[in-house]
C-alpha cells in the first residue's frame, strides 16, 4: 500500500502548523507513506495568499522530513500559489488537465487522479 498522508487545515496559523508537525511526526517512520499533501482544493488555490501559507507549511514539512515529496491537490489555478511544490497533482481531470500535462509542468512529475475507468485514473 502506498499512502499519500494529507493535512485536512491548510493554515499558517499556530494551530494549523501545530496540526501538520504532529502528522509528519506521527507518520514519518511508516514505510508506506510517499508523499505529504499540504492542501486539497483549496478555496484560495493559486492566489499569492495560498503561495505564502503554502511556504509556510512547506518549510517545515521539510524540516521534519526532508525525504518525502511534498504537493497540494488542486482542480484548478494551475502552476500557481501553492502548487510550485514538486510533484503536481490534478483532480477530477478534465481536458484542461490534459492540456496542462501535455504543455509541460516546468520538470515537475505530474499525476492525474480522475474517476475509475476514465482517462485520468492515477496516471503518473
Known amino acids: ?10 493554515s ?4 494549523g502548523l501545530s496540526e501538520l508537525e504532529r ?7 511508516h514505510p ?5 499533501s499540504i492542501a486539497n482544493e483549496e478555496r484560495q488555490q493559486g492566489t ?4 505564502r501559507i ?15 515529496p511534498i504537493t497540494s491537490a488542486m482542480n484548478g489555478g494551475w502552476c500557481l500559489g501553492v502548487v510550485s511544490q514538486e510533484v503536481v ?8 488537465g490534459w492540456l496542462l500535462v501535455e504543455a509541460g509542468v516546468g ?17 503518473l
Open 1 to 10: 500500500m502506498l499512502v499519500l498522508d494529507e493535512t485536512r487545515m491548510f
Open 12 to 15: 499558517s496559523s499556530p494551530e
Open 23 to 29: 502528522m509528519v511526526r506521527r507518520d514519518r517512520n
Open 32 to 36: 508506506s507513506v510517499i508523499i505529504w
Open 48 to 51: 499569492e495568499r495560498d503561495a
Open 54 to 68: 503554502g511556504a509556510s507549511m512547506k518549510r517545515l514539512v521539510r524540516s521534519l522530513d526532508p525525504t518525502r
Open 89 to 96: 497533482v490534478i483532480e477530477s481531470c478534465s481536458a484542461d
Open 107 to 123: 520538470t515537475m512529475p505530474v499525476v492525474l487522479m480522475g474517476p475509475e475507468g476514465q482517462p485520468g485514473g492515477s496516471v
